[in-house]
């Protein structure tokens, strides 16, 4: 059984920055496709960023290309999150699953493991 856990969320400002960190047991990163996700109160579960084994490859959603990238050192990936906005607001998750492609990472169903998320709030 996969465990996943985040830690590294908190309350910000706006244009503030946050590192989140998820470390796997048993050790993942470099057999899974890793992912974090983000769902604010209402809204559905969405993709933020994804990063292949091997830390090589990245995917990084439209809405987060130029603040945030995703990283792997051995066990644990990483998000960074720079100059936060309010709308960044939601608990983040991370994910696991096999391998897939640019198209498909965003998509839930696809993840066999999630952890229990770490929540992020930014004011303005």
């Known amino acids: 059984q996969v465990e996943l856990v985040e830690s590294g969320g908190g309350s910000v400002q706006a244009g503030g920055s946050l590192r989140l960190s998820c470390t796997g047991s048993?050790?993942?990163?470099?057999?899974?496709?890793m992912a974090w996700f983000r769902q604010a109160p209402g809204q559905e579960r969405e993709g933020v960023a994804a990063?292949?084994?091997?830390?090589?490859i990245t995917y990084v959603a439209k809405f987060a290309q130029g603040r945030f990238t995703i990283s792997q050192d051995k066990d644990t990936v990483y998000l960074q999150m720079n100059s936060l906005k309010p709308e960044d607001t939601a608990m983040y998750y991370c994910?696991?699953?096999?391998?897939?492609?640019?198209?498909?990472?965003?998509?839930?169903?696809?993840?066999?493991?999630w952890g229990q998320g770490t929540q992020v709030t930014v004011s303005s």
């Open positions: 048993p050790y993942t990163s470099t057999s899974d496709f």
């Open positions: 990063i292949r084994p091997g830390g090589v």
């Open positions: 994910a696991a699953g096999p391998s897939m492609s640019a198209y498909t990472w965003p998509s839930i169903r696809r993840y066999g493991y």
